[in-house]
């Protein structure tokens, strides 16, 4: 989670194992389940990465999306925990650190019929390097959460169609 990619480029997306022999038998959304996928179709929107805004200013691009924290809040407002449901992710990790080994200083050699010539080196104190801040992040898994409000879409439609057949009738 700390190490991530800022794009990914390939001749077609990533296929999802999704084999019913692997799984549970699917089941039905409940109704508070059905309330958070409709809300959540209202959340989405346009944002702007705060890292590309620093990069490029004004010419930062909007992306179409919704943040987690906003998720979250719909299933909160539910009654539900949001972690348990795999499209709400949070990672966090450590502070790591590199130890660099004292290097020997070298002289220089002249180049000789047959030998190169060898740069000089200084002599280095053993060192440790940060390699990464300690931090955590939020994530989405969109597929998955693009799954359940589609879900919830669809029931609103079929509701919608109910309420003009009553009226119909």
């Known amino acids: 989670a700390s190490l991530r990619f800022d794009d990914i480029y390939a001749t077609n997306g990533t296929i999802q194992t999704s084999d019913a022999r692997e799984k549970t038998a699917v089941r039905e959304l409940t109704d508070a389940e059905m309330r958070v996928a409709k809300k959540l179709s209202k959340n989405i929107g346009f944002f702007q990465w705060l890292t590309a805004i620093e990069k490029k200013g004004a010419d930062a691009r909007s992306h179409c999306g919704q943040t987690v924290q906003g998720v979250i809040a719909e299933f909160d407002a539910e009654g539900l925990d949001a972690f348990d449901y795999a499209?709400?992710?949070?990672?966090?990790?450590?502070?790591?650190?590199?130890?660099?080994?004292?290097?020997?200083?070298?002289?220089?050699?002249?180049?000789?019929?047959?030998?190169?010539?060898?740069?000089?080196?200084e002599a280095v104190d053993a060192w440790t390097e940060q390699t990464q801040e300690q931090g955590d992040r939020f994530s989405l898994r969109t597929d998955q959460l693009n799954h359940f409000m589609i879900r919830g879409l669809a029931q609103s439609q079929e509701e919608l169609e109910a309420r003009l057949s009553a009226l119909e009738a």
Do not use: K, L, R
Request: aromatic share 8%; glycine share 2%; charged share 30%.
């Open 87 to 121: 499209m709400v992710c949070y990672n966090e990790w450590e502070d790591e650190f590199t130890e660099h080994p004292a290097i020997e200083a070298v002289e220089a050699v002249e180049a000789v019929e047959g030998v190169e010539a060898v740069e000089a080196v």
